[in-house]
């Protein structure tokens, strides 16, 4: 084990090394990293509708942060943090060309987030599922425009 600890000291330098500490790189990162939680909340809201007695209380706490992150969303791209810009992004340079359209697609996934909380709050599984429905065709129509394969 001891001879793993050179090599996973020289990993994480060299990672820091190409980190990008720019306000750009670091808005990349932020991004990246806050999108990573919307995807694991909307998962695991996901595989608790696939349940048989879903756990109202774990969708509430899902949808919840993910409503809160939704309304983000916008500020998360800002000006320098594109791929224009020479940042490694999975963003599409349209995010930025395009800031109406992107804000629009945005907006729908905060509406069907916040619908998803609405329901979540009054116990209505159907409800969850249809602004499920809605939260992953927004992620979806959002990603087929803005992101990179």
């Known amino acids: ?3 793993h600890l050179p090599i996973a000291l020289l990993t994480a330098l060299a990672l820091t090394a190409c980190a990008d500490n720019s306000p ?3 808005a990349v990162q932020a991004r990246h ?3 990573k ?3 694991k909340a909307f998962k695991d809201i996901n595989g608790q509708l696939k349940e048989r007695a879903p756990d109202l209380g774990a969708i509430r706490t899902d949808a919840a942060r993910i409503a809160g992150l939704a309304l983000h969303i916008k500020e998360w791209f800002p000006a320098g943090s594109g791929p224009q810009d020479g940042k490694r992004t999975d963003a599409r340079a349209l ?3 395009q800031p109406v359209v992107f804000q629009q697609d945005a907006t729908r996934l ?3 987030a916040a619908q998803m909380t609405v329901a979540a709050g009054q116990g209505n599984i159907a409800g969850i599922n249809a602004s499920a ?3 992953g065709m927004a992620c979806k129509g959002c990603h087929n425009k803005f992101k990179e394969d």
Do not use: H, L, P
């Open 1 to 3: 084990m001891k001879a």
């Open 24 to 26: 750009g790189g670091r």
């Open 33 to 35: 990293k806050q999108f």
């Open 37 to 39: 939680e919307i995807g």
């Open 95 to 97: 995010v930025w060309t």
């Open 110 to 112: 905060a509406v069907a």
């Open 133 to 135: 429905k809605a939260m």
